[in-house]
């Protein structure tokens, strides 16, 4: 490993140090003193002198010294000079910084005209670029504020930052060995088929969508079969079958009857005779209503057939409409979202314009002098006052922009949001002004209605219209004869006929009843198909349902793959650390996992619950495994000190700087050495 340690360190004009040397001899130091007597001010020019900024990782800070009026104290020569132990061989750097005074021409004044800077490597000069390289061959910038201070990794450096780095110690957990670390993710293998887990999740978001929908449409559609269906409350199929043959069998007995009527011998012969004729007579008329039945009989076929295609076509003009409304439900329903968009909208923009105006008061220059006495505070102290200042207005505009830039991100999603749904709005809007055909299907409709009323007002002129029998030639050849004979047997039973008359009435009535009874059944046809129709779309939604519970399964699986691959993860980081666990992720309410980078110890966020001991210890901890990984290590300053009585154990040499109330003067501790700067 690459150990790096300070041996040296002579400051000139930095600051509050008008000259001042640093001797560590590459031993642990302790430095003592009260606030602003210069502990903080050693990390600062440790680190100008490397990279040009103060150990707060900014370069533009005020590193020139002031006066008792706390103005820079122009024309000095700015210098430190440092000499690093490097694996036993040493390296002096130094960076110098003097102002430019330029004469101009026909005045006595000069005015500054900026910096100069010089670098020299064990005392020659050299160039920016090659001051630079040969400190980067060394240790880079961004690896030395990892390693001196305590505090940057765990504290400074930027959330995702610190993930990043975090990440580049492991190496990556492949989705693999992620399926193979859990019996249960092992149907993943053939869910995903080649397909990534972030892609394949969208698919399956996209496909639970349109099941839904599907899904949602079904009860619908079965409530508009069920209102087609007729009412049969009031029917028994059975018992309308068993009154149908009950029917046929009274005509044929009634008809048996009329034909065997006699009375007495005479009057039976005649009324044998007469029966004959009868007979003849009724046998010519059923077969002249039978050639009017068959005509009717088609017709009626025809028109049972239209009604059916005609509850078919209305059936999917209902299904059309519950589709269409659906659709302006859905537009309606987007529209609410877009208005509620703009209103947030309308609202982060006034946040913006709030936050925007805020500005940090500039600095109070009566603050440096004691509102009792009326003098001015010590310098020092007026530096840290003004130094307080610069930090806390750097806060506050970097919270500010923080803000901002939070508010505009919201923004950003809103809008990406509002256009979104604007686009579905506009694309099912399209849907139904180009893509309807509800006209084709409402026409299909009406025109089997109106087929089907003609066919039935066909049927009843026909019946209006028909011939009855008793106009015809034929019937007026059996009339004859049959009057003839009942002229012949009237004296003797008149009443014969009027009973004969009686059952011929009867039989028609009975035939009346049995067409009747042949209509009524006729709607338990229309009726199984209907049913048949519903058991259709119960099958669709039992298979729509069963999708949707595979598809929910699958979403699960894949929430257990990206769980399961954060813990692997986290486990690999957190094994190179003895003292520190990383929180990594943040399981949020709604199942999702949010990307966190929190240090812990024994479960206590670094960033509040910590008390200063353990933040140290937390910070070398994380110090000593980032050396151990890039195999270097350089002096680690640890500021507020005061608060640890034992550090663990590293191979770095430390700083420590201590508030010690009272040490007007930096006091400087070694294991072998003590002394007074």
Not at 559 to 572: A, G, H, N, Q
Request: aromatic residues 6%.
């Amino acid at each position: 490993m690459k150990q790096i340690k300070l041996l040296t360190m002579e400051v000139r004009n930095f600051k509050g140090f008008k000259e001042f040397k640093l001797e560590a001899d590459g031993n642990d130091l302790k430095i003592y003193g009260e606030n602003a007597t210069g502990k903080t001010t050693i990390f600062d020019a440790f680190s100008w002198a490397l990279f040009g900024k103060d150990s707060s990782d900014s370069a533009n800070f005020a590193w020139k010294p002031l006066d008792k009026q706390n103005n820079e104290i122009n024309h000095l020569e700015t210098e430190v000079v440092l000499n690093l132990d490097i694996d036993g061989s040493v390296l002096e750097l130094s960076r110098t910084v003097v102002e430019k005074w330029t004469r101009k021409r026909g005045t006595d004044s000069k005015s500054f005209e900026g910096h100069e800077t010089t670098y020299r490597l064990d005392g020659i000069k050299t160039t920016q670029t090659k001051y630079k390289k040969k400190i980067e061959e060394v240790i880079s910038e961004d690896t030395f504020k990892q390693l001196t201070n305590v505090y940057y990794v765990a504290e400074t450096m930027k959330q995702k930052d610190r993930r990043d780095l975090l990440f580049s110690l492991v190496e990556e957990v492949t989705d693999q060995e992620v399926i193979d670390s859990k019996k249960e993710l092992k149907p993943l293998e053939a869910i995903l088929d080649g397909r990534s887990v972030d892609d394949k999740r969208q698919l399956i978001v996209e496909e639970k969508r349109s099941v839904k929908k599907d899904l949602d449409r079904i009860p619908d559609r079965i409530d508009e079969v069920d209102r087609s269906i007729p009412d049969l409350s009031k029917l028994d199929q059975v018992k309308l079958n068993n009154d149908l043959v009950a029917a046929s069998d009274a005509i044929q007995a009634k008809e048996e009857e009329i034909a065997s009527f006699s009375n007495g011998s005479r009057v039976t012969s005649l009324r044998s005779e007469l029966q004959s004729k009868t007979a003849d007579l009724q046998t010519a008329r059923s077969e002249y209503q039978l050639k009017q039945n068959e005509s009717v009989q088609e017709l009626q076929e025809k028109k049972q057939d239209l009604y059916e295609k005609a509850i078919e076509a209305n059936n999917a003009v209902m299904d059309k409409e519950s589709e269409e409304q659906g659709i302006k439900r859905e537009i309606e329903s987007s529209k609410k979202e877009v208005a509620a968009i703009l209103t947030k909208m309308d609202n982060l923009r006034e946040r913006f314009k709030q936050n925007q105006s805020e500005v940090y008061p500039d600095f109070d220059e009566h603050k440096t002098t004691c509102s009792l006495c009326g003098q001015d505070y010590p310098e020092d102290q007026q530096v840290e006052m003004k130094e307080n200042y610069e930090k806390e207005k750097a806060e506050f505009n970097k919270n500010k922009a923080a803000k901002l830039e939070g508010i505009n991100a919201e923004g950003r999603e809103l809008k990406a949001e509002k256009a979104s749904l604007e686009e579905a709005i506009q694309e099912k809007e399209e849907a139904l002004t180009v893509k309807s055909d509800m006209h084709k299907l409402v026409k299909k409709r009406d025109d089997l209605k109106k087929e089907h009323e003609a066919v039935k007002q066909e049927i009843e002129e026909i019946k209006s219209k028909a011939t009855p029998f008793e106009d015809t030639v034929q019937y007026e050849t059996f009339s004859v004869a049959i009057t003839e004979l009942k002229d012949e047997i009237k004296s003797l039973q008149e009443s014969a006929d009027e009973k004969l008359k009686e059952k011929k009435e009867e039989l028609s009535t009975l035939k009346a009843d049995r067409e009747n009874i042949q209509d009524e059944l006729y709607q338990f046809k229309l009726v199984d198909k209907q049913e048949a129709r519903k058991k259709e779309l119960i099958e669709e939604e039992k298979t729509l349902a069963a999708r949707y519970g595979e598809l929910d399964n699958q979403l699960y699986l894949l929430d257990e793959f990206v769980r399961t691959k954060v813990s692997m993860l986290t486990d690999r980081i957190n094994d190179q650390f003895d003292l520190v666990e990383f929180k990594l992720f943040e399981e949020q309410i709604n199942g999702g996992l949010k990307e966190v980078c929190e240090p812990l110890v024994n479960g206590v966020p670094f960033s509040s619950g910590l008390n200063s001991a353990a933040r140290i210890n937390a910070g070398l901890d994380i110090i000593n495994t980032l050396s151990r990984l890039e195999g270097v290590s350089a002096p680690i300053f640890i500021d507020n000190s005061e608060s640890i009585t034992k550090l663990i154990d590293t191979e770095a040499q430390t700083v420590q700087l201590i508030v010690t109330e009272g040490q007007d003067e930096l006091k400087i501790e070694t294991k072998t050495l003590e002394g007074v700067a």
